[in-house]
T-cell receptor
């Protein structure tokens, strides 16, 4: 069975600081991996995806993620966060059926 | 372009009442998904359709829940009778592929008193 673990429930960073959100997955084959972002009162929006090839993938809003098969991880990074990045971030694995992690809430302090 | 459209955005009802949530997917998308989001259980896939045909309804919690997709531009999720534990945000999402790239609606927040 596929599963996703996001170990950090809540992270607070200062505006302009770097960010890394952790994601570990369990999947029986080569996974399709995703990061979605949810702003308050909104639906989820796809940030980036990994299917195959280059293990460092670029997404929207300046985010990137790195697939590390040996660590079963797909961590999300951003070199400098903006106040508008405050939201909940979900890692997901799968293909036709996605399994989502429990989410990491990101708070930005000025 | 219009995104996925869900209605109502908010619904407050009493236990035992029937609830119908509606979804209009993005035109041309042939996959439609219904998710439920709660604090306790996170995001759960309830059911999904491909070309209007239900493919997997294993996530539907019980017989009180039913979903239909009578045509490519409309789907409903019905709860009858509703219970307080059904209170959640219900999301509809659509996709052109079976590779997990979903477009979500803004959700329907259901409160069952």
């Amino acid at each position: 069975a596929q599963s996703v673990t996001q170990p950090d429930i809540h992270i607070t960073v200062s505006e302009g600081a770097s960010l890394e959100l952790r994601c570990n997955y369990s999947y029986g084959a080569t996974p399709y991996l995703f990061w979605y972002v949810q702003s308050p009162g909104q639906g989820l929006q796809l940030l980036l995806k990994y299917f195959s090839g280059d293990t460092l993938v670029q997404g929207i809003k300046g985010f990137e993620a790195e697939f590390k098969r040996s660590q079963s991880s797909f961590n999300l990074r951003k070199p400098s966060v903006h106040w508008s990045d405050a939201a909940e971030y979900f890692c997901a694995v799968g293909g036709e059926k996605l399994t989502f992690g429990t989410g990491t809430r990101l708070t930005i302090i000025p | 372009d219009a995104g996925v459209i869900q209605s109502p955005r908010h619904e407050v009802t009493e236990m035992g009442q029937e609830v119908t949530l509606r979804c209009k997917p993005i035109s041309g998308h042939d996959y439609l998904f219904w998710y439920r989001q709660t604090m306790m259980r996170g995001l759960e896939l309830l059911i999904y359709f491909n070309n209007n045909v239900p493919i997997d309804d294993s996530g539907m919690p019980e017989d009180r829940f039913s979903a239909k997709m009578p045509n490519a531009s409309f789907s409903t999720l019905k709860i009858q009778p509703s219970e307080p534990r059904d209170s959640a945000v219900y999301f509809c999402a659509s996709s052109t592929t079976n590779t997990g790239e979903l477009f979500f609606g803004e959700g329907s927040r259901l409160t069952v008193l």
